[in-house]
């Protein structure tokens, strides 16, 4: 089958149903072939071998799986050992192995990357570092007394988020004289980790 418009690379995968209609259960090659560099006939061919048998069978193949023909390439092939989605002549269905058969085959269709939500990135919090350098160190502790003495200003509202989180050190959704303990206590090495 030639294709009209040959340039899948916009997709990932290609599926179809299949099913044998011979009771033969024949290995059969669907194959890719790119475009001609030379203008005559087809290009570089791309197989997948599928075992058909009586009952109808959804294939589905990502283009990654295709592998370069091995017994025969056409002399139009680029031989660039890739399989050129933006270039594509034609698709086959083919026995392998001299073999031969009966076979229908419905519904081929293209399948595209599939748009999944991107997961809202959440910003990573490092529990003591309240400061945002990267380090837990006594200057987070002092920043924490400030805020206890209510000293303590922040530039922007995500910023004293930030700061909340980072700060509660017990996790209990406050940021007080125990956090600070807390954080005191590990400074001082008597606590191992935190948040606790
Ligand atoms: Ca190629
Ligand atoms: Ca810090
Ligand atoms: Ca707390």
Avoid: C
Wanted: a negative charge; aromatic letters at 10%.
């Amino acid at each position: 089958m030639t294709l009209a418009d040959g340039d899948w690379s916009q997709w990932l995968k290609i599926s179809f149903d299949i099913k044998s209609v011979d009771n033969s259960t024949n290995e059969i090659r669907f194959m890719i072939a790119e475009k001609s560099i030379t203008g005559i006939g087809d290009g570089e061919h791309w197989v997948y071998s599928i075992t058909p048998d009586s009952s109808w069978k959804t294939i589905e193949i990502p283009f990654s799986s295709f592998r370069r023909r091995l017994d025969y390439q056409p002399p139009g092939q680029d031989m660039s050992g890739t399989l050129d989605l933006d270039n594509l002549d034609s698709i086959h269905f083919m026995y392998a192995n001299s073999k031969s058969g009966k076979f229908v085959v419905d519904n081929i269709k293209l399948i595209g990357i599939t748009s999944e939500p991107s997961p809202s990135p959440t910003p990573s919090i490092k529990y003591g570092d309240l400061n945002n350098d990267s380090a837990v160190n006594s200057t987070d502790l002092s920043m924490l007394k400030r805020y206890l003495l209510r000293s303590l200003r922040f530039d922007s509202p995500e910023q004293e988020e930030r700061f909340m989180k980072a700060a509660d050190l017990n996790r209990d959704g406050k940021v007080d004289s125990t956090d600070y303990t807390i954080f005191r206590r590990y400074l001082l090495r008597a606590i191992k980790e935190i948040p606790i």
